[in-house]
């Protein structure tokens, strides 16, 4: 019996009474929310273990739809694992109707002697990478900065986005955007209070109808994680009871800026100093040094994990207001990777790499993963971008199935995630580009069915 939930559950009913239902959500390797909705007087079916989803839950495809190749699915029998709950995530649904409370969970395989999570569990990979940090003296710090769009509402899936109403071409942090939407906003960030996401400030973006949170720095790797995935439900929930849409797809405008999650990190040690700090602002001291260019010597093998989706790769066409080579530059919004401070506390990284559809533990594991690589083997550091001897980086691809396959073969990737969580990533990728590469697009037909 799981005696902390049942206090956490005892202590959310003093505070909001009995919820209606319980809504356990299990975070896909997609970032797809999926789970079972429990009656919300009895938790103590979550807190004995007697909850079940098939293991191949955290493996469908972005349709929803399992995929035999990954080894989980119907052809192996589709086994159960149980659900247990991640603590501290029990927290209301205030957009819902009634007293709807909703906690995140994560599976344990039932064959499995250690009684562990799957490593199949996108936040069990990052926690994984975290004690790698914690064998070192070392805890990372991170915070990350979410981008989505507000559209208008569509009556079917495959209708194109438009704007609100009155939105203008560039809003570029535009104050009377954000007064235009202050109800949505307004409820937004007293949504993320209620349940507990620390968030620092909200401004409107370059494009029509898009906006960014940033979220507070912390130590704490893993909450940041869960903040982002529940920030993006909370967002989509909020705008849709005020009857909009949100979204937080990579590119979904051709012609406007994709949708982007910057990640911010940097390392500090048993003493709480931060390791990146250097003596002056112009030289890197030897750790930040060796974490840019760890991160930049993985990033190529990592793209797949930094851009999952088809529609990703379009954030990496030329002109589209996002970085697309593995380079840095000190403060310069136009390198991969940015260094706005290199002493004292501040000192950090920024990663620009990211579209806001990524799985944002398993992003987060792959800049940290980077940062340990570079600790490791301290590869060679091209010179800054805005350097005048500096050689232009070769731009990352703009191809999801090269991208793909450059995973498949990453030995950097096995180390990081293990070689079953890489071959159930790839071969669910490899189902994804089989699906949607293969579409006729209503373009091909107007371009070419009648002229060729």
């Known amino acids: 019996m799981n005696s902390a939930f049942l206090k956490e559950y005892e202590s959310y009913c003093a505070k909001f009474g009995t919820p209606d239902r319980i809504e356990l959500m299990l975070g896909d390797i997609n970032s797809i929310l999926r789970g079972k909705w429990l009656p919300g007087n009895h938790p103590e079916k979550l807190a004995n273990a ?6 191949s839950t955290y493996a469908p495809n972005i349709l929803g739809e399992e995929v035999n190749e990954t080894g989980f699915g119907s052809d192996a029998g589709d086994p159960d694992g149980t659900l247990v709950p991640i603590p501290e995530t029990l927290r209301p649904v205030p957009w819902a109707e009634g007293n709807v409370a909703q906690v995140q969970v994560g599976m344990v395989d039932e064959e499995d002697p250690s009684g562990e999570i799957s490593m199949l569990d996108p936040r069990r990979q990052l926690e994984s990478v975290l004690k790698r940090f914690a064998a070192r003296g070392l805890r990372p710090v991170v915070a990350t900065e979410l981008e989505f769009y507000i559209i208008q509402p569509r009556e079917t899936e495959t209708e194109a986005p438009e704007a609100p109403d009155r939105s203008p071409v ?13 109800d949505i906003l307004s409820e937004i960030l007293e949504v993320a209070k209620a349940q507990g996401l620390e968030t620092d400030t909200l401004i409107a973006e370059y494009g ?4 960014e949170v940033n979220f507070h720095h912390t130590e704490d790797v893993l909450d940041a994680g869960d903040t982002a995935l529940m920030f993006r439900r909370l967002v989509r929930g909020v705008v849709g009871s005020h009857g909009l849409e949100a979204t937080f797809m990579a590119k979904p405008y051709a012609d406007q800026p994709g949708n982007g999650m910057h990640i911010h990190a940097s390392l500090i040690d048993e003493d709480g100093n931060n390791v990146f700090s250097g003596d002056s602002e112009e030289e890197l001291s030897e750790n930040l040094w060796s974490a840019v260019s760890g991160v930049l010597h ?25 970085p697309s080579s593995p380079d840095w530059g000190y403060d310069h ?31 987060l594991a792959a800049v940290l993963g980077g940062i340990l690589y570079g600790l490791d083997h301290k590869p060679d550091l ?10 232009e980086a070769a731009p990352l691809t703009h191809d999801w199935i090269t991208s793909v396959q450059a995973f498949e073969k990453s030995e950097f990737a096995k180390y990081l995630f293990g070689d079953m969580f890489c071959k159930v990533y790839t071969e669910l990728r490899k189902n994804e580009i089989g699906i949607l590469t293969t579409v006729i697009t209503p373009e091909e037909y107007r371009a070419y069915l009648g002229r060729l």
């Open 50 to 55: 007697s909850v079940r989803l098939p293991l």
């Open 170 to 182: 560039a809003q570029n942090y535009d104050l009377e955007v954000c007064g235009r939407f202050e």
């Open 208 to 211: 029509p109808g898009q906006f």
């Open 298 to 322: 993985t990033m190529r093998e990592m793209q797949a994990i930094f851009a999952p989706h088809m529609n990703s790769y379009r954030r990496f066409q030329p002109g589209n207001f996002a």
């Open 333 to 363: 919004r136009g390198a991969s990777i940015r260094l706005p401070d290199t002493m004292g506390k501040g000192a950090r990284l920024e990663h620009r790499i990211c579209g806001a559809d990524v799985n944002p533990y398993l992003a």
């Open 382 to 391: 091209p010179l800054p971008v805005d350097h005048p001897d500096a050689i």
